[in-house]
């Protein structure tokens, strides 16, 4: 495949992930996205050595009951801006899922390495909340664009301008409209598009099943036909102008400015603006650097990320499904890669697309796009795999746990088995495995992003290895990355302990927040660093 071939197919993809707090309306969006565009694939899978099919209908019938439009970890569309109609090379997007409600977990945070945009759907009536906020902190961390989308702006809710006023002030990003909403919150008519002055006029279609028509009228027609809603979306264009809010494409890719868009996901109100944006604005996928700071390139052979490893919920095989976005090359199915990290060969013989109930085989997949591996045994977040010549991409840094528990084994003979369990699922990310001296070997205290974790590791360890574990809840809620000098005082410390992660890192705990301020206050020379992501 000639790199030119490659370059066009990247230069028409966007890989993006919808970052929100649960019932914002994702779920909803990702359905009517899909509406607007044409879905070509969920994230299809493609057996290692001696895979099964079964594997994945079995993990098929999962998502089915689940509900597969939305429960896939990549979904893939293609979008022609304007005319959907218009057939030469339409654009390919890819969204990547950041599972949420109780399955948050540090998958949520580590999709987040794999997209080169994010959507920031926000509820208009609740404005930024509590799981949105730490979404946006990795993407702040790991410069990735964001643009901002106003969900449920058919129901009652805050105006424009106390949004934007929310978010400049509580996170320092500056929303930067393309659309001003005509209406206010619960009168949804259509919107002010700010660079052309037009009005889009939407049409409400039966329960939202369809595309809203949508009507394009002049300033002077939309002033006609909506008096004061058009007056006040005016004033607060010019306001937005005035204050300097207007999109500018380097603000943007830098992390700085926000375009903003007024959405219903449930009318499907603004969602082809949404796509419209993601084409113009979210960057293409681009290469990246080795960790040894060797650029490769999107147009270089074939090299790909694992960002996400679910274990197969079949108990009698321990199935792997492990999904990586490719960053460089062609993926062609059948092909045989390296595993960076074991250097050993991984085949790739069928590969599979999968699309509803019916499956078709993938045949190839380039740059941005997510492709699913299974019984990828060997496989953790963050490993990588190429074509010659070699690469090998920097590790995913671990999130900032903020649940923490004691693991301990109930039956004493099981030792052995326990401790390679928990090396396991260590090294498969599950969990972060912390560990003292005064504890020991027999107790490790796990953390995790999110408490479904510990259930996940119980369950795993007793299907995968037979030994009965009991998880017990400690009374820590935060931590802090210190250092062996700091280590004896803090250890010192009422509601303080200090572990070593499994990557080496010395990591204090604390009880709450409160004891953590009053530590740093009294002993300031102490080094306690936050640890959004190990960076
Ligand atoms: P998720 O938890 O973020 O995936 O949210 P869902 O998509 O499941 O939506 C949560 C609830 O909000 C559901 O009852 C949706 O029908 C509703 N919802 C989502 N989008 C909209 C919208 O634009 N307008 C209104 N009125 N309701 C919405």
């Not at 890989?15 to 309306?25: K, L, N, Q, R, V």
């Not at 108990?315 to 050993?344: N, P």
């Not at 019916?358 to 953790?380: E, K, Q």
């Not at 010192?492 to 499994?502: A, D, I, K, L």
Request: net charge negative; proline share 6%.
């Amino acid at each position: 495949m000639s790199s030119e071939v490659i370059a066009r197919e990247v230069k028409r993809r966007r890989t993006f992930a919808i970052i929100s707090h649960p019932d914002a309306g994702k779920s909803t969006m990702t359905e009517a996205l899909a509406l607007h565009a044409r879905m070509i694939s969920e994230a299809g899978a493609v057996h290692g050595k001696g895979g099964r099919r079964s594997t994945v209908s079995d993990w098929m019938e999962m998502e089915k009951a689940r509900g597969i439009s939305v429960s896939s970890t990549a979904l893939q569309f293609s979008y022609s801006p304007g005319d959907a109609d218009a057939a030469d090379a339409p654009n390919v997007i890819n969204l990547v899922d950041t599972p949420g409600h109780s399955d948050f977990s540090e998958d949520t945070y580590r999709v987040l390495t794999a997209v080169d945009a994010a959507v920031m759907l926000i509820d208009a009536a609740k404005g930024l909340e509590p799981q949105t906020l730490k979404l946006f902190q990795v993407c702040r961390h790991r410069g990735i664009p964001v643009i901002t989308v106003v969900n449920k702006w058919d129901r009652p809710g805050r105006t424009p301008l106390e949004l934007i006023d929310e978010i400049s002030e509580r996170i320092g990003l500056i929303p930067t409209p393309l659309y001003v909403p005509v209406g206010i919150a619960g009168d949804y008519r259509g919107l002010l598009d700010r660079r052309t002055g037009d009005y889009i006029h939407f049409e409400r279609t039966a329960g939202g099943a369809k595309i809203a028509p949508e009507e394009l009228l002049t300033a002077d027609q939309a002033a006609e036909r909506e008096g004061d809603a058009w007056v006040a979306a005016r004033e607060e264009s010019e306001l937005l102008a005035e204050l300097g809010q207007d999109h500018d494409q380097e603000m943007f890719l830098a992390g700085q400015t926000s375009p903003m868009i007024f959405t219903s996901a449930m009318l499907n109100f603004g969602v082809r603006q949404l796509l419209d944006a993601l084409v113009e604005f979210a960057p293409p996928p681009r290469g990246r650097e080795s960790i040894d700071g060797v650029e490769r390139a999107v147009t270089d052979p074939f090299s790909a990320v694992v960002f996400k490893v679910q274990a197969g919920m079949d108990t009698s095989h321990r199935d792997r499904l492990a999904y990586m976005r490719i960053v460089s090359g062609e993926f062609e199915r059948g092909m045989v890669v390296t595993h960076a990290q074991t250097g050993k060969p991984f085949a790739t013989k069928y590969a599979q697309a999968v699309f509803g109930r019916d499956r078709s085989t993938v045949d190839t997949a380039f740059p941005g796009d997510v492709v699913g591996l299974v019984n990828a045994m060997a496989l953790a977040p963050g490993d990588t795999l190429y074509i010659d010549p070699r690469i090998q991409y920097p590790p995913i840094p671990s999130f900032a746990p903020e649940h923490f528990s004691s693991l301990r084994v109930t039956t004493a003979d099981k030792y052995k088995q326990f401790r390679k369990a928990v090396d396991q699922m260590d090294a498969e990310g599950v969990v972060q495995v912390l560990r003292n001296d005064v504890r020991g070997d027999a107790s490790p205290v796990l953390a995790a992003v999110g408490p479904m974790q510990f259930e996940v590791v119980t369950a795993r360890i007793k299907a995968e290895f037979n030994v009965d574990t009991i998880i017990e809840p400690l009374g820590y809620s935060l931590a802090r990355r210190t250092d062996e000098q700091s280590a004896p005082e803090l250890n010192r410390q009422r509601g303080v302990e200090v572990f070593t992660r499994s990557d080496g890192a010395i990591l204090a705990l604390f009880s709450d927040k409160w004891r953590l301020q009053y530590i740093e206050k009294e002993h300031p020379d102490l080094l306690l660093e936050p640890l959004v992501a190990a960076a």
